[in-house]
């Protein structure tokens, strides 16, 4: 079945540096979304990227997308301790009047201090 | 606001019994999506309702799961006779309407061990 791939799997980085992750997928999209999930909880929505857009921004977000490429990239700039957390991106593929979201596995972000 | 609340958030039950999971919807939202997390995973979707209805269960697995949700009270996603399997993260998410543009709100999870 059709699924986002983030990556890389982990990336450590110091407090300060910044972030980037990566998102690939398969097929036609309605949108594209970023969440972050911290151990053992639940997620956060970051930021939605729709299929006509290239760039989005959000505070210390910044989202892109290329369709042609079938990729996204988030990148957090500045980071802080508190960014660590799993980084999941979304695929909505708007089918049909089913909602539903494709996550991939995400890339896990460690922020040393 | 009280956001998407689901309990229990730990439950552990035995092989063969039954497990019932709840969510309650954000105030306004009558759109509920239920998705599971294994371990190291990503989520994977499993069923979406509104209010009587489900719309597509087409991530439920054929046997032993079920989902309702009633026009009072809860979302239920229930797992009859659990095996080891079915030990994972069990989220729920909810939207007001479809193709709203926004992302989903989730609740904190409920996280099933079957021992």
């Known amino acids: 079945s059709q699924q986002g791939e983030e990556d890389p799997q982990a990336l450590s980085i110091q407090e300060g540096e910044n972030a980037t992750m990566n998102c690939s997928y398969k097929?036609?999209?309605?949108?594209l979304q970023w969440y972050r999930q911290n151990s053992g909880r639940g997620l956060v929505h970051l930021i939605l990227?729709?299929?006509?857009?290239r760039e989005k921004h959000s505070g210390r977000l910044r989202v892109t997308l290329d369709t042609s490429k079938k990729s996204s990239s988030l990148l957090i700039t500045a980071s802080r301790a508190a960014d660590t957390a799993s980084y999941f991106c979304?695929?909505?593929?708007?089918?049909?009047?089913?909602?539903?979201?494709?996550f991939g596995k995400g890339t896990k972000l460690t922020v040393n201090p | 606001n009280a956001g998407v609340m689901q309990n229990p958030r730990h439950l552990v039950r035995r092989r063969g019994q039954e497990a019932r999971l709840r969510c309650s919807p954000m105030?306004?939202?009558?759109?509920v999506y239920w998705y599971r997390q294994l371990p190291e995973e990503g989520l994977k979707f499993m069923v979406y309702?509104?209010?009587?209805?489900?719309?597509?269960e087409s991530g439920m697995p054929k046997e032993r799961f079920s989902a309702e949700f009633p026009k009072e009270g809860p979302s239920i996603l229930r797992i009859q006779q659990v095996v080891r399997g079915d030990s994972a993260a069990y989220f729920c998410?909810?939207?007001?309407?479809?193709?709203?543009?926004?992302?989903?709100?989730f609740g904190s999870g409920t996280r099933l061990t079957v021992v």
């Open positions: 979304a695929t909505d593929l708007g089918q049909g009047g089913s909602e539903k979201l494709v």
């Open positions: 990227i729709r299929s006509n857009e």
């Open positions: 309702l509104q209010k009587e209805n489900i719309i597509d």
């Open positions: 998410a909810s939207s007001p309407q479809i193709s709203t543009g926004y992302g989903y709100t």
């Open positions: 097929t036609s999209i309605n949108n």
């Open positions: 105030k306004g939202h009558s759109h």
